[in-house]
């Protein structure tokens, strides 16, 4: 009954943004952290940037930093992830999990999250 639903994915050209947008159904988010992932073909899937269940604490990629921004609205029960300066390296599925936390932070491991989204696909392509 817990789901998430992603959206926002889609063809951009290198240099270009995209918002994507994790809403929970069944469920509120406010108790949870929350990960987005991706995973490219042929590749396993790795975390790309998390939040806390209060928003006061993020992590990211090492590579994504400086371009992506993860924020979440809790009264809207979204988390999003602003991707700007978009790479062809960044085409992927992105995912979004959440896990149901006492603490304030978030953690980039996929063996952390419980709840999985079905994933929206992002292709950076000239």
């Known amino acids: 009954q817990l789901q998430l639903v992603e959206s926002g994915g889609g063809l951009v050209q290198p240099g270009g943004s995209l918002r994507l947008s994790c809403a929970g159904s069944?469920?509120?988010?406010?108790?949870?952290?929350v990960g987005w992932f991706r995973q490219a073909p042929g590749k396993e899937r790795e975390g790309v940037s998390c939040?806390?269940?209060?928003?006061?604490?993020?992590d990211y990629l090492d590579s994504v930093k400086g371009r992506f921004t993860i924020s979440r609205d809790n009264a809207k029960n979204t988390v999003y992830l602003q991707m700007n300066n978009l790479q062809p390296e960044d085409t992927a599925v992105y995912f979004c999990?959440?896990?149901?936390?006492?603490?304030?932070?978030?953690?980039?491991?996929?063996?952390?999250?419980?709840?999985w989204g079905q994933g929206t696909q992002v292709t950076v392509s000239s």
């Open positions: 999990a959440a896990v149901r936390v006492v603490f304030r932070r978030c953690t980039l491991s996929t063996a952390d999250y419980d709840y």
């Open positions: 069944g469920f509120t988010l406010d108790a949870y952290a």
């Open positions: 939040v806390s269940k209060r928003g006061g604490t993020t």
